[in-house]
């Protein structure tokens, strides 16, 4: 049985220099593991504000919450960490909502190759996605700790409008993507975007007075009709989506705009709360 | 300066009138908000937390009105609320939880910020479940994450609603203990249903009934309006308009004597159920 060796100050310091080799910081870490009185030897060569500062590191290793694929892409686009996390409660933007958008989308996409009136079910659905995504971005019902965002100094409309924007553009690379699977890849496959910003806007718009599921349903609800509407009488399926509409679209998006601006303030009480 | 003035403050949802012309003045200390469901408690406690403006009256918190936005802000830099029915992102962790409340509050550097979690997760002594997922904790952790993140930033008014819900015997001692140690420099508004709290954190009690303020002051004044009505008896007199057990098995009526009872010091219960159940008036009762 070999005799019981122990870390003299000289091993010791090369150890914290990072002046040994492998097998010598590996045998140092494997007896400071079980040895009090090397531990304590090895504390009095390390400074203490060093200490401290690697203490913090592993603390907030430790403690620092795992991103989801939306905060590390803002962060890359340069935000800063604790404005990408404002993210992370928003359900448009996690792995399992995204799936099952692109899903239904691709679906009735690739479906139109077999029917063509698929490609109205598309471009009708297209600009429910960003709608959705937004009303269930905020607001009570849906954000379980609601209340407490409201009462917190963190303006409302910021947090909407960071959520809302992140769920635009989420929600429109996913439309986009599952547009590529269309027929033709015609104007068909962008008639969707402007009306996809005009319903958006209209429904944080409507948010301004309704509870936004509310909003969001109603506004949904008046978009389904006016293509179909607008379909029917003129027996031309594509009607609503033509360079007019497209041009009404544009001024649907700007009022909303306008309107989400000028009662910015709503997003900051809890106007919607019952009793 | 009083912390929050409330003024003749009235809120309506629709038709229902839940706040009917509420008076309150709040200084540095504990407060205990008491009253049956239905009274108006959680409405109130929206309208001091800033999350719902009044319909009408005059509120002052923090010697700022929460109906202007910049001071709305001023006044939320300030404040801690728990929510009664909060719920929590289930698949959050303890840490990550009141750590997002954190960035909304705009402690925006990661390392005091995540230093100032684990002080207010310490408090309510979740330290050793602060990385569990929030849907594997137990009702009274997850009441107890509700008030860490409540806590953040050391707040000088905290609005706590029903913070004792959920909570054990033991939970409850240590939260008393840390409210206590709390109001001996802020001011804590919390509203119960159990006149215990109240009774054992002491300071100031309002009690509020159908929507209006029916008592504001010490808790041992709200005990001796029902001074002289209260009436001890072995069996529960059928005719009595209001009696209760209490926990050594005596019936204690409150208004009219029954038979074969004697009259005894009325306790903060008594009050309580003379203000909020169908006994006489206060007006009656203290006249």
């Known amino acids: ?275 | 300066m009083p912390t929050v003035t409330a003024h003749d403050v009235r809120k309506s949802f629709g038709r229902t009138l839940a706040l009917d012309g509420v008076n309150v003045t709040l200084d540095a200390g504990i407060v205990g908000l008491l009253g049956p469901n239905g009274a108006g408690k959680t409405t109130l406690l929206r309208i001091l937390a800033t999350v719902l403006p009044a319909d009408e009256g005059n509120v002052r918190i923090l010697g700022r009105s929460p109906g202007d936005a910049d001071e709305r802000l001023a006044i939320r830099r300030r404040l801690g609320y728990l929510p009664q029915d909060l719920g929590l992102y289930p698949r959050f962790t303890a840490f990550e939880f009141v750590d997002y409340v954190a960035i909304l509050k705009e402690l925006t550097d990661r390392k005091s910020r995540h230093d100032e979690v684990r002080r207010v997760l310490a408090l309510v002594d979740l330290e050793e479940v602060a990385h569990k997922r929030i849907k594997g904790l137990s009702g009274g952790m997850r009441r107890r994450v509700g008030l860490a993140q409540a806590l953040i930033g050391d707040p000088d008014l905290l609005v706590l609603d029903e913070p004792t819900t959920g909570l054990d015997p033991e939970q409850r001692l240590r939260f008393r203990e840390l409210v206590s140690a709390i109001g001996e420099q802020r001011t804590v508004l919390l509203s119960t249903h159990l006149t215990e709290d109240v009774a054992a954190l002491g300071g100031h009690v309002v009690v509020l009934h159908e929507g209006r303020t029916r008592f504001d002051g010490r808790p041992r004044d709200l005990a001796h309006l029902a001074q002289g009505h209260v009436w001890a008896a072995e069996a529960r007199d059928l005719r009595a308009r209001l009696a209760w057990r209490d926990g050594e098995g005596t019936f204690r009526h409150i208004g009219d004597p029954p038979p074969n009872a004697a009259l005894v010091e009325p306790t903060m219960e008594d009050a309580y159920l003379l203000l909020a159940g169908e006994a006489p008036s206060p007006e009656e009762a203290v006249a």
């Open chain 1, 1 to 275: 049985m070999s005799a019981p060796w122990h870390a003299d100050h000289e091993l010791l310091a090369r150890y914290r220099d990072g002046r040994l080799d492998v097998a010598g910081a590996f045998s140092v870490e494997t007896h400071l593991s079980a040895c009090a009185g090397c531990r304590a030897t090895a504390g009095t060569l390390v400074e203490p504000e060093r200490l401290r500062q690697v203490w913090d590191a592993v603390a907030d290793d430790v403690d620092r919450p795992p991103q989801t694929v939306a905060e590390r892409s803002l962060c890359r686009l340069g935000a800063a960490e604790h404005t990408a996390r404002l993210l992370a409660v928003t359900p448009a933007l996690t792995l399992p909502w995204m799936t099952a958008v692109a899903f239904v989308l691709a679906f009735v996409a690739a479906s139109a190759h077999l029917r063509p009136y698929s490609i109205v079910a598309f471009l009708l659905l297209a600009p429910l996605v960003p709608l959705a995504g937004v009303a269930t971005a905020f607001g009570p019902g849906l954000d379980p700790a609601y209340e407490v965002g409201v009462a917190a100094p963190v303006r409302g409309f910021r947090l909407l409008l960071l959520r809302a924007a992140a769920v635009l553009v989420v929600s429109l690379a996913i439309v986009s993507g599952a547009a590529l699977l269309l027929p033709g890849l015609g104007f068909t496959a962008v008639a969707w975007v402007l009306p996809a910003l005009a319903v958006t806007a209209a429904g944080l718009a409507a948010a301004t007075v309704l509870q936004p599921t509310h909003a969001a349903i109603a506004t949904g609800g008046v978009w389904a009709l006016v293509p179909l509407g607008v379909g029917l009488a003129s027996s031309q399926p594509l009607a609503a989506f033509g360079s007019v509409a497209q041009l009404v679209a544009v001024g649907v998006a700007v009022a909303a705009a306008a309107v989400v601006v000028a009662r910015a303030d709503t997003f900051d009480v809890g106007g919607w709360t019952g009793p």
